[in-house]
């Protein structure tokens, strides 16, 4: 059974840091690309950043460009989102998603609240 499982979220003022981490089970982590959504109460999922299994790029979104940062633990099939500076339009419920060439997989989701 795969799982996705998210943890690392919770409330933090303007301007703090917070580390996401998503770690998987029951796949071959390191032949999926892992990526990061959020979803803001009452707006879309969008986005956030990727890392790619094949060759380790990483991809962002404008709006955490030069903020966040996603990285990959291959021995703890773990992929972790440093998330600084971190700002009120950052608040949503972040999801980890595991995705390779024949199936997708997401987490439950770890809120991340956001106070000025």
């Known amino acids: 059974q795969v799982q996705l499982v998210e943890s690392g979220g919770g409330f933090v003022q303007a301007g703090g840091s917070l580390r996401l981490s998503c770690t998987a089970s029951g796949l071959t982590f390191n032949q999926y690309t892992i990526a990061w959504f959020r979803q803001a109460p009452g707006k879309e999922r969008f986005f956030v950043a990727s890392?790619?299994?094949?060759?380790?790029?990483?991809y962002y979104a404008d709006s955490v460009k030069g903020r966040f940062t996603i990285s990959r633990d291959i021995a703890k099939n773990t992929v972790y989102l440093q998330m600084n500076n971190l700002k009120l339009e950052d608040a949503a419920v972040y999801y980890c998603?595991?995705?390779?060439?024949?199936?997708?997989?997401w987490g439950q989701g770890t809120q991340v609240t956001v106070s000025s």
């Open positions: 998603n595991a995705i390779s060439d024949k199936d997708q997989y």
């Open positions: 890392h790619v299994h094949k060759d380790g790029s990483t």
